[in-house]
Every structure is written in structure tokens, then in C-alpha cells.
């Protein structure tokens, strides 16, 4: 297999066979995100990501169980293409029981319920989707390039399409100010779309990037281990579900993890644990391992 520059995945694709399907994000303009600015979008040719997959099937044999496809908004890509890599690798792997690959509200509306469909078909099983935040105001400082009503309506469509969805938020990615609206906004949108999986991140700011230039000009203020709790506690609290709520990842405060609703109070107990463990015992993660 052949990669051009860093290649990123969620961590619940840490066992994924990685085909690098795009080069770096068609967006590329978050005000937050670093992992993309080196590079100039483009997407590979169809017949160079089968090589790939060709490659795959020497070096692993056909037991592959999971491919993912970076780059950024993989799904920007055409239906056509997509598709067509999707059975190519479903042809060559029949132990597949995953294909996944990123996807924002952005790109997202670009494509019909009816290509979503074609998609599913094709082998797609789920579109990870970087939401960060429900409210509109903090969806436009950062530069999302969607809104929260453009969020309900995509991810509505994927999950009627057939297709896995999960959504990813920022804890603190509002600052002090707009704590309160971030996590109840964004409980708000979760609660519409009910992904199958809610994902926890904390915010910390990374080298490179126009929100790490407000932080360190003091436009920006980060949110305090108990703030940042506080935040995923009132999240978590307004939630409704159905849906798995997962904190995995190193940026986060503590591993908050279960089933929504049933889950819900065991959860909110584990925060109020850690709310009474002193902030000078947590440990912000170092910008450069973001």
C-alpha cells in the first residue's frame, strides 16, 4: 500500500486495513484542525486505490475484516468511484464485516438519500462525522462549513440510508463563554439525528492552526479539567439516545463510556467521581501529539 504524508483514523479503526482513498480534506478550513494543512486535495485515482487494494490482498490474504478510507471527507468523492472501490475491496475480502471512511455535513448534503443507498449497498457501513459542536454560533467560529439544521438533516439521511453513524464532539470547543449552549445544543442535534455512537473528544489547541493563534493571544480560553467534566456531565445528562456514547481518546479528563439511556445514570455517577478528584491531578495532552 502507498501513503502520502501522515495518515489519520479514528481510534475505533485502529485494527482497519487503511487505503488511502483521498489526499488531505476538500474543506480544510477548520479553525481547530491541523492534520490536513500540509497538503493540497486531490482525489486518487480509482485504479491506483484497486492497486492498493490488490497490495492488501498479498501482504494480509483475503481475511481483512475492516477497511478504512482516509483521508479527510473521503465521501466527497463520486458516487460512481466510490462504489466501485467499495465492491472491488467487497470482491477481494468476503470476510469483510466493515468499510468506513469520514464524512462531514458538508459533503454529506451533496449526496441523495438514493446515492447514500447505493453506497450501503456497495459495502459502505459507516461515515465518521466530525459534528464538534450543535450550536451555530460555535459552528461558525470555527469555520464547520455547516450548520446544526444542515447536521439533523444529513446524518437523519445516512441513518436511513442503512448506513452507521458516528459523531464526534469537542468537549470545551466553545470556551467558558458558550460552555452551557455547547453541550446543550449539541445534546439537542444528537437527540434529533440518534447516532449509533457518540464520540468524546477534548479540545486542545494545535500548532498551525488560526484557534491555537487565539489561545495564545489570549483570545481564547480553554476549559479547566472540572469546566471540561462539568461540560461532558451536562452533555451527557441531556442526552436521550438510543446510541453509544464512547470517550476514547487520550485528550479526554476520564473514560466515560456506556449505552444511552440505560447507561446514563452510571455515567453521570462516574463524573461526579471525578469531579471530586483535585484538577492538579489531570494532565492536558501536549499540543504536539495531537
Not at 486518487?44 to 477497511?67: T, W
Request: one cysteine or more; a neutral charge; glycine letters at 8%.
Amino acid at each position: 500500500m502507498r501513503y502520502e504524508g501522515t495518515v489519520y483514523r479514528p481510534p475505533s479503526e485502529a485494527g482497519s486495513l487503511l487505503i488511502q482513498a483521498t489526499i488531505g480534506c476538500p474543506h480544510n478550513r477548520c479553525a481547530f484542525c491541523g492534520m490536513y494543512r500540509k497538503k493540497k486535495f486531490r482525489i486518487r485515482p480509482v485504479a491506483d486505490i484497486k492497486e492498493d487494494l490488490d497490495m492488501a490482498l498479498e501482504h494480509y490474504g483475503p481475511g481483512v475484516e475492516s477497511i478504512f478510507f482516509p483521508d479527510g471527507n473521503t465521501i466527497f468523492m463520486k458516487t460512481d468511484q466510490l462504489a466501485e472501490i467499495l465492491e472491488y475491496a467487497g470482491k477481494l475480502f468476503p470476510r469483510l464485516e466493515r468499510m468506513t471512511m469520514y464524512g462531514s455535513a458538508k459533503f454529506l448534503k451533496l449526496k441523495t438519500l438514493l446515492e447514500l443507498q447505493r453506497l450501503h449497498g456497495a459495502g459502505l457501513t459507516r461515515i465518521h462525522a466530525g459534528m464538534e459542536s450543535g450550536s451555530d454560533l460555535i459552528l461558525a467560529r470555527i469555520n464547520k462549513g455547516f450548520t446544526a439544521s444542515e447536521m439533523i438533516e444529513c446524518g437523519l439521511k445516512v441513518r436511513e440510508a442503512g448506513i452507521e453513524l458516528s459523531e464526534y464532539i469537542l468537549i470545551g470547543i466553545g470556551g467558558p463563554e458558550h460552555s452551557r449552549e455547547h453541550a446543550m445544543e449539541s445534546a439537542r442535534v444528537l437527540n434529533a439525528i440518534t447516532p449509533e455512537f457518540t464520540r468524546l473528544r477534548t479540545y486542545n489547541p494545535v500548532r498551525g492552526t488560526p484557534l491555537y493563534e487565539e489561545h495564545r493571544q489570549g483570545r481564547f480560553e480553554l476549559l479547566s479539567p472540572h469546566q471540561a467534566l462539568r461540560e461532558t456531565r451536562l452533555l451527557i445528562e441531556n442526552l436521550t439516545g438510543p446510541g453509544e456514547l464512547v470517550s476514547d481518546h487520550v485528550s479526554n479528563y476520564g473514560w466515560v463510556n456506556g449505552k444511552l439511556p440505560q447507561d446514563k445514570a452510571a455515567m453521570l455517577e462516574a463524573l461526579d467521581k471525578l469531579l471530586q478528584v483535585p484538577e492538579s491531578e489531570f494532565q492536558r495532552v501536549d499540543p504536539r501529539y495531537m
